[in-house]
Protein backbone atom coordinates (compact mmCIF):
# COMPACT_ATOMS: atom_id res chain seq x y z
CA UNK A 1 0.00 0.00 0.00
CA UNK A 2 1.07 3.58 -1.37
CA UNK A 3 1.37 5.94 2.30
CA UNK A 4 1.74 9.97 1.14
CA UNK A 5 4.84 11.10 1.49
CA UNK A 6 5.57 13.34 4.77
CA UNK A 7 5.93 16.87 2.51
CA UNK A 8 1.81 15.56 1.12
CA UNK A 9 0.57 13.78 4.24
CA UNK A 10 1.98 15.59 7.42
CA UNK A 11 2.49 19.53 7.81
CA UNK A 12 5.44 20.43 10.56
CA UNK A 13 3.20 23.25 13.10
CA UNK A 14 5.23 25.98 13.54
CA UNK A 15 2.49 28.96 15.32
CA UNK A 16 1.03 30.01 18.11
CA UNK A 17 -2.83 29.67 18.25
CA UNK A 18 -5.16 31.88 20.96
CA UNK A 19 -7.63 29.74 22.29
CA UNK A 20 -11.14 30.47 22.80
CA UNK A 21 -14.48 28.95 22.49
CA UNK A 22 -14.61 28.59 18.99
CA UNK A 23 -11.01 26.85 19.22
CA UNK A 24 -12.95 24.86 22.05
CA UNK A 25 -16.25 24.37 19.15
CA UNK A 26 -14.38 22.94 15.70
CA UNK A 27 -11.33 21.30 17.96
CA UNK A 28 -13.30 18.97 20.39
CA UNK A 29 -12.33 15.19 21.08
CA UNK A 30 -12.89 12.16 18.49
CA UNK A 31 -15.42 10.28 19.65
CA UNK A 32 -14.56 6.65 19.71
CA UNK A 33 -16.32 5.41 16.08
CA UNK A 34 -15.04 7.47 12.78
CA UNK A 35 -18.72 7.95 11.89
CA UNK A 36 -18.66 9.97 14.98
CA UNK A 37 -16.66 12.58 13.56
CA UNK A 38 -17.81 15.81 13.11
CA UNK A 39 -19.55 15.17 9.83
CA UNK A 40 -17.43 15.14 6.22
CA UNK A 41 -19.80 17.75 5.02
CA UNK A 42 -19.39 20.05 8.05
CA UNK A 43 -15.61 19.69 7.74
CA UNK A 44 -15.15 20.52 3.96
CA UNK A 45 -17.60 23.29 4.31
CA UNK A 46 -15.53 24.49 7.22
CA UNK A 47 -12.29 24.52 5.07
CA UNK A 48 -14.43 26.21 2.16
CA UNK A 49 -15.63 29.13 4.83
CA UNK A 50 -11.61 29.11 6.44
CA UNK A 51 -9.42 27.65 4.23
CA UNK A 52 -6.99 24.71 5.74
CA UNK A 53 -4.54 26.69 8.18
CA UNK A 54 -5.57 25.29 11.71
CA UNK A 55 -4.92 28.81 13.18
CA UNK A 56 -6.81 30.94 10.51
CA UNK A 57 -9.34 28.47 10.74
CA UNK A 58 -9.75 28.92 14.34
CA UNK A 59 -9.50 32.79 13.88
CA UNK A 60 -11.91 32.56 11.00
CA UNK A 61 -14.85 30.40 13.12
CA UNK A 62 -14.73 33.78 15.90
CA UNK A 63 -15.41 35.77 13.13
CA UNK A 64 -17.60 33.87 10.80
CA UNK A 65 -19.55 30.96 12.76
CA UNK A 66 -23.04 32.20 11.92
CA UNK A 67 -22.47 31.92 8.25
CA UNK A 68 -21.95 28.13 8.70
CA UNK A 69 -25.35 25.85 7.44
CA UNK A 70 -27.59 24.72 10.16
CA UNK A 71 -26.45 21.49 10.12
CA UNK A 72 -23.08 22.57 10.91
CA UNK A 73 -23.26 24.97 12.95
CA UNK A 74 -25.92 22.75 15.49
CA UNK A 75 -22.52 19.97 15.36
CA UNK A 76 -20.66 22.35 16.35
CA UNK A 77 -22.81 23.98 19.35
CA UNK A 78 -23.68 20.14 20.31
CA UNK A 79 -19.45 19.66 20.30
CA UNK A 80 -19.25 22.72 23.48
CA UNK A 81 -22.46 21.34 24.80
CA UNK A 82 -20.81 17.91 25.60
CA UNK A 83 -17.58 19.70 26.67
CA UNK A 84 -19.60 21.43 29.28
CA UNK A 85 -21.44 18.31 30.07
CA UNK A 86 -18.40 16.73 31.20
CA UNK A 87 -16.06 15.62 28.20
CA UNK A 88 -13.87 19.01 28.68
CA UNK A 89 -10.33 19.06 29.53
CA UNK A 90 -9.73 17.82 33.36
CA UNK A 91 -9.09 20.15 36.07
CA UNK A 92 -5.15 18.98 36.02
CA UNK A 93 -4.97 19.23 32.37
CA UNK A 94 -6.63 23.00 32.46
CA UNK A 95 -3.83 23.85 35.28
CA UNK A 96 -0.98 22.72 32.78
CA UNK A 97 -2.23 24.49 30.23
CA UNK A 98 -2.73 28.00 31.83
CA UNK A 99 1.58 26.97 32.89
CA UNK A 100 2.26 26.87 29.70
CA UNK A 101 0.08 28.91 27.91
CA UNK A 102 2.79 30.71 26.95
CA UNK A 103 4.70 28.77 25.92
CA UNK A 104 6.54 29.88 22.57
CA UNK A 105 5.61 28.09 19.40
CA UNK A 106 8.64 28.47 16.94
CA UNK A 107 9.81 26.87 13.50
CA UNK A 108 7.89 23.64 13.60
CA UNK A 109 8.22 23.09 17.69
CA UNK A 110 6.97 24.07 21.19
CA UNK A 111 10.62 24.93 23.12
CA UNK A 112 9.55 23.44 26.85
CA UNK A 113 13.48 25.00 27.73
CA UNK A 114 16.59 27.06 27.37
CA UNK A 115 18.37 24.14 25.38
CA UNK A 116 18.40 23.64 22.21
CA UNK A 117 17.21 20.44 22.89
CA UNK A 118 14.54 20.99 24.89
CA UNK A 119 11.78 21.46 21.83
CA UNK A 120 9.45 19.02 20.84
CA UNK A 121 8.13 18.69 16.98
CA UNK A 122 5.02 18.43 16.26
CA UNK A 123 3.52 17.12 13.15
CA UNK A 124 -0.35 16.85 12.24
CA UNK A 125 -2.66 15.50 9.59
CA UNK A 126 -3.12 18.25 6.86
CA UNK A 127 -7.33 18.15 7.02
CA UNK A 128 -7.58 18.17 10.85
CA UNK A 129 -10.28 19.95 12.31
CA UNK A 130 -11.41 17.96 15.54
CA UNK A 131 -8.91 17.85 18.34
CA UNK A 132 -6.57 14.67 17.65
CA UNK A 133 -4.77 12.21 20.01
CA UNK A 134 -1.18 12.66 20.09
CA UNK A 135 1.74 10.38 20.32
CA UNK A 136 4.77 11.49 21.88
CA UNK A 137 8.01 9.72 20.44
CA UNK A 138 11.33 9.58 22.68
CA UNK A 139 14.16 8.96 20.97
CA UNK A 140 17.05 6.49 22.02
CA UNK A 141 21.00 6.85 21.95
CA UNK A 142 22.15 5.44 24.85
CA UNK A 143 21.42 8.10 27.10
CA UNK A 144 24.28 9.96 25.05
CA UNK A 145 23.51 10.09 21.87
CA UNK A 146 20.41 10.83 19.70
CA UNK A 147 18.10 13.29 18.03
CA UNK A 148 14.16 14.08 17.51
CA UNK A 149 14.59 14.47 13.74
CA UNK A 150 14.83 10.75 13.49
CA UNK A 151 12.06 9.87 12.97
CA UNK A 152 11.76 7.73 9.44
CA UNK A 153 8.29 6.73 8.41
CA UNK A 154 6.66 7.71 11.51
CA UNK A 155 5.31 10.99 10.86
CA UNK A 156 3.40 10.30 7.81
CA UNK A 157 2.18 6.41 8.88
CA UNK A 158 0.71 8.26 12.05
CA UNK A 159 -0.91 11.48 10.88
CA UNK A 160 -2.63 9.09 7.84
CA UNK A 161 -4.12 7.58 10.79
CA UNK A 162 -5.58 10.12 12.59
CA UNK A 163 -3.11 11.19 15.17
CA UNK A 164 -0.78 13.77 15.54
CA UNK A 165 2.59 12.48 15.79
CA UNK A 166 5.43 14.66 18.26
CA UNK A 167 9.05 13.93 18.39
CA UNK A 168 11.15 15.58 21.37
CA UNK A 169 14.88 16.12 22.38
CA UNK A 170 16.18 16.09 25.70
CA UNK A 171 19.38 17.26 26.80
CA UNK A 172 22.33 14.17 26.63
CA UNK A 173 24.64 12.82 29.24
CA UNK A 174 27.02 13.35 30.18
CA UNK A 175 26.37 17.09 30.54
CA UNK A 176 23.20 16.16 32.11
CA UNK A 177 21.73 13.20 34.61
CA UNK A 178 18.86 10.53 33.32
CA UNK A 179 17.16 12.67 36.32
CA UNK A 180 17.34 15.46 34.61
CA UNK A 181 16.37 13.87 30.85
CA UNK A 182 13.62 11.90 32.32
CA UNK A 183 12.41 15.41 33.82
CA UNK A 184 12.60 16.61 30.13
CA UNK A 185 10.20 14.11 29.00
CA UNK A 186 8.35 14.76 31.65
CA UNK A 187 8.28 18.47 30.45
CA UNK A 188 7.87 17.53 27.03
CA UNK A 189 4.28 16.25 27.96
CA UNK A 190 3.38 19.41 29.89
CA UNK A 191 4.22 20.93 27.10
CA UNK A 192 1.93 19.35 24.86
CA UNK A 193 -0.79 19.71 27.22
CA UNK A 194 -0.27 23.21 27.79
CA UNK A 195 -0.21 24.05 24.25
CA UNK A 196 -3.30 21.68 23.15
CA UNK A 197 -5.52 24.16 22.20
CA UNK A 198 -2.88 26.18 20.12
CA UNK A 199 -1.76 22.58 17.93
CA UNK A 200 -4.91 20.81 17.96
CA UNK A 201 -3.78 17.89 20.63
CA UNK A 202 -6.90 16.19 23.03
CA UNK A 203 -5.13 17.28 26.11
CA UNK A 204 -6.62 13.74 27.52
CA UNK A 205 -5.17 11.58 25.27
CA UNK A 206 -1.44 10.95 24.76
CA UNK A 207 0.86 7.99 24.19
CA UNK A 208 4.50 7.96 25.37
CA UNK A 209 6.44 5.90 22.64
CA UNK A 210 10.53 5.44 23.23
CA UNK A 211 12.99 3.03 21.64
CA UNK A 212 15.88 2.01 23.35
CA UNK A 213 17.16 4.32 26.26
CA UNK A 214 14.00 6.84 24.77
CA UNK A 215 11.71 3.13 26.14
CA UNK A 216 13.83 3.57 29.21
CA UNK A 217 12.94 7.43 29.63
CA UNK A 218 9.18 6.68 28.48
CA UNK A 219 8.59 3.74 30.83
CA UNK A 220 10.10 5.59 33.80
CA UNK A 221 7.88 8.83 33.27
CA UNK A 222 4.76 6.74 32.59
CA UNK A 223 5.57 4.98 35.80
CA UNK A 224 7.08 7.83 38.06
CA UNK A 225 3.96 11.14 37.93
CA UNK A 226 6.77 13.07 39.55
CA UNK A 227 8.45 13.97 36.15
CA UNK A 228 5.01 14.63 34.09
CA UNK A 229 3.28 16.08 37.05
CA UNK A 230 -0.12 17.54 36.49
CA UNK A 231 -0.08 16.35 33.05
CA UNK A 232 0.40 12.39 34.18
CA UNK A 233 -3.16 11.68 33.88
CA UNK A 234 -2.90 12.71 30.00
CA UNK A 235 -0.96 9.40 29.69
CA UNK A 236 -2.98 7.06 28.14
CA UNK A 237 -0.70 4.69 26.63
CA UNK A 238 2.71 3.61 26.75
CA UNK A 239 5.16 2.03 23.34
CA UNK A 240 8.66 0.72 24.19
CA UNK A 241 10.46 -0.71 21.28
CA UNK A 242 13.43 -2.88 22.35
CA UNK A 243 14.08 -1.36 25.81
CA UNK A 244 16.91 -3.51 27.99
CA UNK A 245 17.14 -1.16 30.94
CA UNK A 246 13.96 -1.18 32.66
CA UNK A 247 15.21 -2.75 36.15
CA UNK A 248 18.58 -1.14 35.82
CA UNK A 249 20.89 -3.36 38.21
CA UNK A 250 19.89 -6.37 36.46
CA UNK A 251 20.80 -4.95 33.10
CA UNK A 252 24.22 -3.95 34.03
CA UNK A 253 24.20 -7.42 35.73
CA UNK A 254 23.88 -9.20 32.95
CA UNK A 255 25.58 -6.72 30.01
CA UNK A 256 29.05 -7.30 28.11
CA UNK A 257 31.56 -5.06 29.32
CA UNK A 258 30.89 -2.36 26.11
CA UNK A 259 27.06 -2.16 27.41
CA UNK A 260 28.36 -1.83 30.87
CA UNK A 261 30.22 1.14 30.32
CA UNK A 262 27.20 2.80 28.79
CA UNK A 263 24.87 2.07 31.58
CA UNK A 264 27.83 3.05 34.23
CA UNK A 265 27.92 6.86 32.40
CA UNK A 266 24.61 6.92 32.80
CA UNK A 267 23.77 5.17 36.10
CA UNK A 268 26.64 5.12 37.95
CA UNK A 269 27.80 2.54 40.84
CA UNK A 270 24.87 3.84 43.68
CA UNK A 271 22.18 0.86 43.91
CA UNK A 272 20.06 3.12 45.15
CA UNK A 273 19.71 5.46 42.49
CA UNK A 274 19.62 3.05 40.06
CA UNK A 275 16.43 1.25 41.70
CA UNK A 276 15.40 5.49 41.56
CA UNK A 277 15.64 5.13 38.26
CA UNK A 278 14.56 1.58 37.10
CA UNK A 279 10.73 1.73 36.24
CA UNK A 280 10.20 -1.41 37.70
CA UNK A 281 10.84 -0.21 41.14
CA UNK A 282 7.54 2.35 40.34
CA UNK A 283 5.43 -0.42 39.42
CA UNK A 284 2.30 -0.52 41.50
CA UNK A 285 1.44 3.31 41.83
CA UNK A 286 0.38 5.57 39.61
CA UNK A 287 1.42 3.61 36.62
CA UNK A 288 0.17 4.52 32.88
CA UNK A 289 -3.54 2.51 32.04
CA UNK A 290 -2.02 0.56 28.93
CA UNK A 291 1.68 -0.64 27.80
CA UNK A 292 2.81 -2.02 25.01
CA UNK A 293 6.54 -3.63 24.95
CA UNK A 294 7.95 -4.90 22.02
CA UNK A 295 11.18 -6.58 22.04
CA UNK A 296 13.45 -8.12 19.15
CA UNK A 297 12.49 -12.44 19.47
CA UNK A 298 16.48 -13.17 19.71
CA UNK A 299 17.91 -10.17 21.64
CA UNK A 300 17.91 -12.06 25.26
CA UNK A 301 18.40 -8.41 27.22
CA UNK A 302 15.19 -6.66 25.45
CA UNK A 303 13.51 -10.22 26.23
CA UNK A 304 14.04 -10.78 29.66
CA UNK A 305 13.62 -6.76 30.92
CA UNK A 306 10.61 -6.70 28.77
CA UNK A 307 8.56 -9.66 30.27
CA UNK A 308 10.03 -8.63 33.67
CA UNK A 309 8.08 -5.45 32.79
CA UNK A 310 5.17 -6.69 31.76
CA UNK A 311 4.69 -9.03 34.46
CA UNK A 312 4.70 -6.74 36.97
CA UNK A 313 2.37 -4.08 35.12
CA UNK A 314 -0.29 -7.00 34.69
CA UNK A 315 0.10 -8.28 38.40
CA UNK A 316 0.17 -4.52 39.52
CA UNK A 317 -3.31 -3.85 37.36
CA UNK A 318 -2.28 -2.12 34.22
CA UNK A 319 -3.06 -3.90 30.91
CA UNK A 320 -0.06 -4.48 29.59
CA UNK A 321 1.79 -7.27 26.74
CA UNK A 322 5.19 -8.23 25.73
CA UNK A 323 4.98 -8.91 22.09
CA UNK A 324 8.25 -10.33 20.46
CA UNK A 325 9.27 -9.43 16.89
CA UNK A 326 10.95 -11.78 14.54
CA UNK A 327 13.16 -11.17 11.31
CA UNK A 328 14.26 -7.21 12.99
CA UNK A 329 17.24 -6.17 14.91
CA UNK A 330 17.50 -3.62 16.91
CA UNK A 331 17.51 -0.08 15.08
CA UNK A 332 15.13 -1.80 12.34
CA UNK A 333 12.65 -2.15 15.09
CA UNK A 334 12.19 1.87 15.27
CA UNK A 335 13.51 2.14 11.64
CA UNK A 336 10.79 0.17 9.66
CA UNK A 337 7.77 1.25 11.88
CA UNK A 338 5.33 2.40 9.60
CA UNK A 339 6.69 1.08 6.24
CA UNK A 340 6.01 -2.89 4.44
CA UNK A 341 8.66 -4.03 6.06
CA UNK A 342 8.50 -3.41 9.37
CA UNK A 343 4.86 -4.66 9.24
CA UNK A 344 5.06 -6.78 12.30
CA UNK A 345 5.68 -3.68 14.51
CA UNK A 346 3.66 -1.74 12.98
CA UNK A 347 0.25 -3.83 13.04
CA UNK A 348 1.00 -4.46 17.06
CA UNK A 349 1.39 -0.53 17.16
CA UNK A 350 -1.48 -0.15 15.41
CA UNK A 351 -4.10 -2.18 17.47
CA UNK A 352 -2.71 -1.03 20.35
CA UNK A 353 -3.09 2.72 19.74
CA UNK A 354 -7.25 1.64 18.26
CA UNK A 355 -7.30 0.01 21.56
CA UNK A 356 -6.44 3.04 23.70
CA UNK A 357 -7.98 5.98 21.62
CA UNK A 358 -11.33 4.24 20.91
Request: net charge neutral.
Amino acid sequence: MTRPSISKGVKLLGRTVTASLIAGLVATPILAERQDRMPRECRQEIRKLCGNDRGQMRECLRQRASELSEKCSGELRSRVSQRRNGEATSQTAENTQNRYRNARLAAGSILYGQSQRQQVDIYSPQDAVDDLPVILFVHGGGWSMGDKRNVESKPAHFTSAGYIFASTGYRLVPNVTVEDQAKDVGAAVQALVGQASAIGVDPNRVVLMGHSAGAHLAALVAADPKYAGDAFAAIKGVILLDGAGYDVAQSMEAAEPSRWQMYNAAFGNDPERQAALSPLTHVGGQDAPHWLALYVEDRTASRDQSQALVNALVEAGSSASAVPIADTNHSRMKRELGTPEGAAQTEAVDAFLEMVFN
